[in-house]
């Protein structure tokens, strides 16, 4: 099956990354709704869409407005938005407020479950919670015997180890390069060295870094030789890096 990194970048977008977004064409799944999420219609293989939010910071929900105009168009007939009831709640009175976007797009909001079934049962996603202000949601996709995790925004602990544990593809966040590490606590975000050593202790088979720091859009801003030093299989993702699992 073959995943899509839309967005790659946090906070906002740089000449090098927009800002989070996973798409899975051939599922018609979505992670996240980045500002990345202008290239989505082109890419879909199916006009329903199932798109799972992992909070309601802006930087993962402002694509949602970006959906109105294929909405309209309907080259995408049907969205559901999976979320927890506050993140949904905030899309809609904040995001979409009328002074802001007055015009909500004909989505369905459907409170997250802990198991949700799609792609006609053949594809399963559970959730778990995580550390970061305001929240935020991990998600684990089992799919035909793959396991895909997604974990964004929040501080490596050792709260969601065994619920990644085994994965065959670990997508985390790495917001910061070692030499920043202090400032994760601060924002709740994760640096290099934690999230290898993660990805080392649960057992994963790959790990694809994403929500890098857009104030540093160099080649290498957080160090990938650190985190292959740690975990060989450790691969610093890209806008529009396309991935089989």
């Not at 219609?41 to 407005?65: I, N, Q, W, Y």
């Not at 544990?165 to 924002?187: K, S, Y």
């Not at 529009?240 to 699992?245: D, G, M, S």
Request: with cysteine; aromatic share 8%; proline share 6%.
């Amino acid at each position: 099956m073959r995943l899509i990194f839309l967005g790659t970048g946090g906070y906002h977008s740089n000449e090098r990354r927009e800002t989070a977004s996973l798409l899975i064409p051939d599922l018609g799944l979505m992670f996240d709704a980045g500002s990345s999420v202008f290239r989505v219609a082109s890419r879909l293989k199916s006009p329903e869409v199932d798109l799972f939010l992992t909070h309601a910071h802006l930087d993962h929900v402002m694509g949602l407005t970006i959906l109105l105009v294929p909405m309209l168009k309907k080259e995408i007939t049907r969205c559901r938005i999976h979320a927890e009831p506050h993140v949904i709640d905030a899309v809609k009175t904040h995001l979409f407020s009328q002074p802001i976007f007055p015009v909500l797009p004909e989505f369905e909001f459907v409170p997250l479950s802990d198991r949700v079934s799609i792609a006609g049962g053949r594809a399963e996603i559970t959730s778990h919670p995580l550390k970061h202000p305001g929240g935020s949601r991990g998600y684990l996709l089992n799919l035909d015997g793959h396991r895909l995790a997604y974990i964004t925004d929040t501080t490596v602990d050792g709260s969601y180890t065994e619920f990644i544990r085994g994965a065959d593809v670990l997508i985390h966040e790495c917001n910061f390069g070692d030499d920043m590490a202090q400032w994760c606590q601060p924002t709740g975000h994760s640096h290099t060295s934690a999230v290898a050593q993660l990805a080392k202790e649960a057992g994963v088979g790959r790990l694809y870094l994403t929500h890098i720091d857009p104030q540093r859009p160099d080649d290498d801003a957080i160090g990938i030789d650190v985190a292959r030093s740690i975990f060989p299989q450790s691969i610093l993702a890209e806008d529009l890096l396309e991935i089989e699992f």
